[in-house]
């Protein structure tokens, strides 16, 4: 006689059951809100199936459409639990298969097929996660050395897992868990104090099955963290030696030289958040002979980038090296799941000589 193995969990049971080991179906019991079966009952794999058709309303199903609709039902029950946005599609076609299991039809029809198995590991994959991301929370950033902080992210590396691409059930549990990581872990954690990479990363994260929106900034915040960087001030006297001697205005825009108009941030915040972005300048000079800027700072933001970032960080920057391999590899991950994704990015500001 072959091996039975427990359509759940794949473990292997020797009992009168068809599908289930016995644990499991106490588990199931459980998860259903069913209360123990009256001792009388000999086929308590079986009664459970026939609730589960009541609770359905439908009767006089024959043993065949009855377990089929059991496996659907207990896979939607655990899909709930998990309270995903992205599955809201998947369960909807469960639903719909359920409706379609009736008493005279012929066959049964499915819109969408998986294993009991598949579902049973992607909840264990979910809670570990869960579990997890609870202890992150309690996580102080700031304080963090390197090493621990990597500690952490590297016991999530499970959910960065192409293979899980595939199959659409536990591709969109792995994107929801991979979406919560980036949100939670790093625009609410370790990005915490750097208010521009937070917010880029951010707006790269797309809700699931959307593209992320383009992005315009003006506010004063950004335009401070700007004005206040050495490359800004050091790019600004240079392009007024190139352009401005000796004139009451200049302008420098995509037609100038690249290097005119390449601006690579040194350090902190705007290295991680601006990492190729080109600076268009118009300046004209006031009547105190001052000069006055119009600024747009253009970049395409690509989290996968800040591979390249190492060679420009400052070396005590302490989460320089978390970016540039660790999260980086994971980001190109999220990048195929399509859970990060490039927009394009434009800062505007004014400013003035002696502002900065
Ligand atoms: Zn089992």
């Not at 899909?79 to 995903?84: D, E, G, I, R, V």
């Amino acid at each position: 006689m072959d091996e039975k193995r427990c359509i759940l969990c794949n473990k292997p049971y020797n009992y009168k059951y068809v599908m289930f080991g016995r644990s499991c179906l106490d588990n199931l019991y459980d998860l259903l809100g069913f209360s123990k079966s009256p001792r009388i009952i000999w086929n308590k794999e079986l009664y459970l199936c026939t609730r589960i058709a009541w609770k359905n309303h439908k009767f006089f199903l024959n043993k065949k459409k009855k377990y089929a609709l059991a496996q659907k039902y207990i896979a939607l029950t655990y899909l709930n639990t998990m309270n995903y946005e992205a599955l809201e599609d998947i369960k909807e076609k469960i639903l719909n298969d359920i409706k379609n299991i009736k008493t005279f039809s012929k066959n049964i029809i499915e819109t969408i097929s998986f294993s009991l198995n598949e579902v049973y590991k992607l909840v264990n994959y979910v809670h570990k996660f869960n579990e997890i991301l609870e202890e992150i929370k309690e996580f102080n950033w700031e304080e963090a050395d390197e090493e621990i902080a990597e500690k952490f992210i590297k016991n999530m590396s499970f959910i960065f897992d192409l293979t899980k691409k595939t199959n659409p059930i536990s591709y969109a549990v792995f994107y929801s868990m991979q979406y919560i990581f980036w949100q939670v872990v790093v625009v609410g954690g370790i990005l915490a104090n750097m208010k521009l990479s937070a917010r880029l990363l951010s707006n790269s994260l797309s809700i699931f099955g959307q593209q992320p929106q383009d992005l315009v900034i003006d506010d004063d915040e950004i335009t401070k963290l700007i004005i206040e960087n050495k490359s800004f001030k050091e790019k600004i006297d240079q392009l007024i030696k190139k352009y401005g001697q000796d004139r009451e205005d200049f302008i420098v825009n995509n037609e100038a030289p690249k290097e005119d108009i390449l601006i690579r941030f040194n350090g902190g915040d705007l290295l991680y958040a601006l990492h190729d972005a080109t600076m268009l300048v118009n300046a004209k000079k006031d009547q105190d002979n001052k000069w006055k800027f119009e600024i747009e700072i253009n970049d395409i933001y690509d989290f996968t980038d800040f591979k390249d970032l190492k060679e420009y960080a400052d070396a005590e920057e302490k989460i320089r090296d978390i970016f540039s391999s660790t999260l980086n590899n994971l980001g190109v991950v999220s990048s195929e799941y399509g859970v990060i994704q490039k927009f394009n990015l434009k800062i505007k500001f004014e400013t003035k000589e002696g502002e900065f």
